[in-house]
């Protein structure tokens, strides 16, 4: 089973953005170890409880203190940026980590309205020109542009001898058709709120060859907290189930509460029903059952990967998580 983890570099409400940023370095150098095949980071922007603006920054921070498990960003939002920047900031982290650096690409803005006004202007318009957007892209990264194409002689140095290897991030079925017919990796997030089995067999299905990629290769990414016994696993679920419902009414700028914090925030009938429905769109449990889960999820969607995003209140809890599947998962086969 091949394995991944997906940050999104949360802050726990009486911590600092530079907590939050010491427990995703130390996360991903405990992946490593633990023998995770990858450690994406994903973009957000005027999000007072991420801390992930930058994931060029944060991957070459991390690739700096690691030195085998591949690093990507999931996903660059590629609207707010122009194609060429995109390439050579990827083929800078390629040069330095080679054979590690992964481009994931995604078209949501990762924040407010004003945040994408501010980013890139006519965000609407950008988005509209992606997938011409994407093509360009590719083509500085692989290098083969049309001989009468104007940026055929241009190259976004400095070129690495590996190049990053690109995936497009979504949630639909017009993501999976873009991988597909750019013939670059899919990852479909799972863990926000979409369910459709059919979007990576789809994918799969009409996948086109590229110059750089033969083959198809799919990552699910699923949201997952593991513990010694259920009863703990759910327990310490409930922060995160609980931002993810302050988040919904614009009230998680503070960050990841406590437990206690989160069970005093619970007060009416509402709250309690969407916070089961949440709860209904995780894994959580024991070592064991989440084994379980990952297995009936790879089966279900045809997955070659499962890539998971853990959020908690508290560090041990989060990394403790991800030494218990690695441990049920890797160790016993």
């Not at 060429?84 to 590690?100: D, W």
């Not at 297995?295 to 070659?304: H, K, P, Q, S």
Request: proline share 7%.
């Amino acid at each position: 089973m091949k394995l991944s983890i997906l940050d999104q570099s949360p802050r726990s409400a009486e911590k600092t953005p530079k907590d939050a940023l010491d427990t995703s370095l130390r996360l991903a150098i405990a992946g490593e170890k633990l023998g995770y095949h990858r450690y994406w980071i994903a973009e957000h922007h005027d999000f007072p409880g991420l801390t992930s603006s930058a994931p060029e920054v944060i991957i070459s921070w991390i690739g700096a203190r690691t030195k085998t498990i591949r690093l990507g960003a999931g996903a660059i939002l590629l609207p707010h940026y122009k194609p060429y920047k995109v390439a050579e900031t990827f083929n800078l982290l390629s040069t330095l980590f080679p054979g590690r650096i992964d481009l994931g690409i995604g078209r949501s803005p990762g924040g407010s309205a004003e945040a994408s006004m501010a980013l890139s202007g006519n965000f609407l318009e950008n988005v509209k020109n992606l997938p011409s957007s994407l093509e360009e892209l590719l083509h500085f990264l692989r290098d083969d542009f049309p001989e009468d194409h104007p940026f055929r002689a241009l190259n976004p140095s400095p070129v690495p001898a590996s190049s990053p290897r690109p995936f497009v991030l979504g949630t639909s079925r017009k993501s999976a058709k873009l991988a597909a017919e750019n013939g670059t990796g899919y990852a479909f997030g799972q863990f926000m709120g979409s369910h459709d089995p059919d979007i990576i067999k789809d994918y799969k299905k009409y996948f086109a060859a590229s110059n750089g990629m033969d083959a198809p290769e799919a990552i699910l990414a699923v949201p997952v907290i593991c513990a010694e016994t259920e009863e703990l696993a759910e327990r310490i679920a409930i922060p995160s189930l609980v931002w993810q419902l302050m988040i919904e009414k614009g009230e998680g700028a503070q960050g990841v509460p406590s437990f206690d914090e989160a069970k005093a925030y619970l007060k009416t009938d509402e709250d309690l029903e969407r916070l089961d429905k949440l709860k209904a769109s995780m894994a959580i449990g024991s070592p064991k059952t989440i084994k379980a889960k990952l297995e009936g999820l790879i089966a279900e969607y045809g997955a070659d990967e499962v890539m998971m995003v853990t959020i908690t209140h508290l560090e041990h809890e989060k990394i403790r998580s991800y030494e218990l599947i690695a441990h049920e998962c890797f160790s016993n086969g």
